[in-house]
């Protein structure tokens, strides 16, 4: 009879975990400027890393370079920046991430600058690094390894939504952008690792923090205990 009970209660909380991590649908997380929390220098002001959350809705343009319009604004990596440019995101809690969907840049009227190939890396802890604010810290995975297309043509706007699946099940707080090389419409300028990117949003299911699980898997013992004694 006790065993019959405890078996009862296992299946419980197997239960009431996958209950509570499947009630919720994938959807696009609400992030914006203050979820940026470190980066490798931008090219001037005007292009900070913050910008690739800044227009988290809705079909993006971008026809000049003032980041304070309508449009919004976009990142861009210095001439002869770093080869190795990246821009972390504190996603406020732990998510399962579904897809992400990126936005690459055309420079405004130049269509000399934007990103090619890519990865998103996770993890779930971060550390200082200098003036550049948080790093990936801790084990870190991939997300995605990819390639972006270059907006190209005359004005190409709207941008292109490019989405990229993600099949890594494991829940991560932060995320990093890593930009591996460039990709342009028109012709490269200005010197070597000229990345740039207009916009990540990020689709994800919330995960439910542990003492939110451990309540529910109790109620569910409890629930199944009044049964077995009637």
Known sequence: MKFKFLNTAITSIILSVSALTNV?????????????IGSTTPYDS???????????????????QNPNDAEGGYWLN????TADAWITIDLGQAYVIDFMELFN??????????????RILASNSVMLSGSMGFDLAGTESVLIDS????????????????NFAVSNTNAFR????????????GSACCGTNVYG??????????VPEPSTLAIFA???IGFASRRFKK
């Open 218 to 220: 109790l109620g569910m």
């Open 174 to 185: 932060y995320i990093q952008f890593n930009a591996d090389s460039v990709a342009v419409g």
């Open 24 to 36: 919720a649908s994938a959807g696009l997380i609400t992030l914006d400027t203050s979820n940026v």
């Open 78 to 81: 210095p001439n002869n920046g």
């Open 46 to 64: 005007r292009f900070f890393a913050e910008n690739i959350l800044d227009n988290q809705t809705g079909v993006i343009t971008e026809n000049n």
């Open 105 to 118: 840049t055309h420079n405004a009227q130049y269509f000399d600058r934007g990103t090619g190939d890519f």
């Open 197 to 206: 990117l207009n916009e990540i949003r990020v689709s994800a299911v919330e």
């Open 147 to 162: 390639t972006l297309l270059a907006e190209s043509g005359a004005q190409s706007d709207p941008l292109t939504a490019q």
